[in-house]
């Protein structure tokens, strides 16, 4: 039986939480640049040394905010299977619509490498390793390729470049990736990929 918290524990929680919530109440209405310890401070009310604290440096806070916003976001994990491959552009996509204000603030260059490190590792190792199984006579460069390819267009930047810069419905953007997956299998020679 776990030992119940302390009111100072408990505290401790709630002043983080309260924390975290005034950083995401920042980026709601302010660029993340404006994301200081300060400005957190004044949105939460309590002085800078408290928030000190907690993220004794602003790097420390990005990279908190950067660990909850992509929790929030609830983006898919990595694919386990080249069936999941090819639905990987329609759930991500759609994780990233759902919540396009988060991905946006996500993509600002105070955020984007902290949520890289997150996520685009582990994606990159789950698209290699699928891609060694269903390709293995394939060379090694050219798998390579193919999996930065994938991961590139696994990516919020694909996303947020399809629907912003090039204009493209959701609709469009996922069939854009999808078109992109299916070229670099074929190219492996993996069987059933391309349309």
Same mark, same amino acid.
């Given at each position: 039986?776990?030992?119940?918290?302390?009111?100072?524990?408990?505290?401790?929680?709630?002043?983080?939480?309260?924390?975290? /919530?005034?950083?995401?109440?920042?980026?709601?209405?302010?660029?993340?640049?404006?994301?200081?310890?300060?400005?957190?401070?004044?949105? &939460?009310?309590?002085?800078?040394?408290?928030?000190?604290?907690?993220?004794?440096?602003?790097?420390?806070?990005?990279?908190?905010?950067?660990?909850?916003?992509?929790? /929030?976001?609830?983006?898919?994990?990595?694919? &386990?299977?080249?069936?999941?491959?090819?639905?990987? *552009?329609?759930?991500?996509?759609? &994780?990233?619509?759902?919540?396009?204000?988060?991905?946006?603030?996500?993509?600002?260059?105070?955020?984007?490498?902290? &949520?890289?490190?997150?996520?685009?590792?582990?994606?990159?190792?789950?698209?290699?390793?699928?891609?060694?199984?269903?390709? *293995?006579?394939? =060379?090694?460069?050219?798998?390579?390729?193919?999996? =930065?390819?994938?991961?590139?267009?696994?990516?919020?930047?694909?996303?947020?470049?399809?629907?912003?810069?090039?204009?493209?419905?959701?609709?469009? =953007?996922?069939?854009?990736?999808?078109?992109?997956?299916?070229?670099?299998?074929?190219?492996?020679?993996?069987?059933?990929? =391309?349309?």
């Amino acid at each position: 039986m776990s030992k119940p918290a302390t009111l100072s524990e408990k505290r401790n929680d709630l002043t983080r939480q309260l924390i975290m /919530e005034s950083a995401y109440a920042l980026l709601r209405t302010a660029s993340v640049s404006a994301l200081t310890v300060r400005a957190v401070a004044q949105q &939460a009310g309590m002085s800078e040394r408290t928030v000190f604290r907690y993220f004794p440096s602003r790097e420390a806070l990005l990279d908190a905010v950067a660990a909850q916003l992509l929790a /929030e976001m609830a983006v898919p994990g990595p694919p &386990a299977s080249l069936p999941a491959l090819l639905e990987a *552009p329609a759930a991500l996509y759609g &994780a990233f619509e759902a919540r396009a204000e988060l991905t946006r603030a996500l993509l600002h260059t105070d955020l984007v490498d902290r &949520a890289r490190a997150l996520q685009a590792s582990a994606r990159w190792k789950a698209v290699a390793k699928l891609l060694d199984a269903a390709a *293995p006579g394939s =060379a090694v460069e050219a798998r390579r390729v193919a999996v =930065a390819n994938i991961c590139y267009h696994l990516s919020a930047s694909s996303w947020h470049y399809y629907r912003f810069q090039f204009g493209f419905s959701l609709e469009q =953007a996922i069939a854009s990736t999808e078109t992109a997956l299916r070229q670099a299998l074929a190219a492996l020679g993996i069987d059933g990929a =391309a349309r």
